[in-house]
């Protein structure tokens, strides 16, 4: 499906990409297109990740990719909206796998080359095990990471745990429902679902992490999923190494999924992007309501 965007020249256009690792499994997603006509070869392009049961347009997402100044694809991974297969809480290797398939194919198929990631929550932290796992080979070229809400404290997934023990222990799971594109979605976590996501290993980032990649950290001060310490964390990491920089920006009054204020993400990327291309980031303290960074 192919449709011209009426306000803009971008070219949308849904791809599914059939999944190398699991059979009859097709990964939906969306590119966007702002020059349609010239060759992708050698065309940079920016990766949007959504979060725990979401999907590829939900939040700020598409908000962002009809905005931003290259092309992009955001996609659903497995078991999530458009894409078949078995949702699961713990198994961050799958998304990693989601993820890679698709950088394969649009760097095979139309020859681009991935610049940017922009990763929500558990996007976020997939999008930095995937830069740790692949920095000698796709990830290269990777030069801008956005990090939304990401957790670090994987183990404090287990506060969450507790305050549902009383649920676990009468019915053996932990049940979350949630509107994923105005559908209902009912998940079933038990104990062996929160170990798994509790043992994901973020410490890789201490020493594997591309040194040359330039990061936004953007989290809510309302954030009751994961959090803001976890930004603090991830602002120690990020901002002892060189030549990358990292700019750290808390907003007040946002909560985990930026309910409501989807422009705050928006136009702060959009702002960060222009000043690295501007050669004018530096690592520091974005301050909310304070033009530049103190």
């Known amino acids: 499906m192919t449709v011209i965007t009426a306000s803009t020249s971008v070219k949308t256009t849904k791809v599914a990409i059939p999944h190398p690792l699991e059979k009859d499994c097709t990964i939906t997603g969306v590119l966007e297109q702002i020059a349609p006509d010239e060759p992708t070869e050698g065309r940079k392009i920016a990766l949007i990740l959504h979060g725990a049961m979401g999907h590829k347009d939900y939040l700020f997402q598409k908000k962002l990719a009809l905005r931003l100044p ?9 078991g999530n909206h458009e894409t078949p297969g078995t949702w699961h809480f713990g ?43 692949h920095r000698d080979d796709a990830a290269k070229h990777v030069t801008r990471y956005v990090n939304v809400a990401g957790r670090y404290r994987m183990e404090k997934v287990y506060d969450d745990l507790e305050a549902h023990r009383a649920e676990l222990e009468q019915q053996g799971y932990v049940e979350r429902r949630a509107m994923v594109a105005r559908k209902l979605f009912v998940s079933r976590l038990y104990q062996q679902d929160y170990d798994e996501f509790a043992s994901v290993d973020t410490s890789i980032v201490w020493t594997r992490f591309p040194a040359h990649v330039d990061v936004l950290t953007l989290h809510g001060l309302q954030d009751a999923v ?45 702002e960060w992007m222009l000043q690295q291309e501007r050669g004018e980031l530096v690592t520091g303290v974005w301050h909310t309501g304070v033009k530049g960074k103190l």
């Open 226 to 270: 994961v959090p803001p310490y976890d930004a603090f964390i991830y602002a120690r990491i990020y901002g002892a190494r060189a030549p990358g920089t990292h700019t750290l920006r808390f907003v007040e009054d946002a909560d985990h999924n930026f309910t409501g204020m989807p422009e705050e993400v928006v136009e702060t990327v959009l």
């Open 91 to 133: 198994r961050f290797h799958n998304d990693i796998d989601d993820l890679n398939a698709v950088v394969e194919y649009l760097t095979k198929t139309y020859g681009y080359v991935v610049d940017t990631l922009v990763g929500h929550s558990r996007g976020s932290v997939v999008s930095m095990l995937w830069l740790c796992k």
């Open 70 to 78: 290259i092309d992009s694809f955001r996609f659903d991974f497995r």
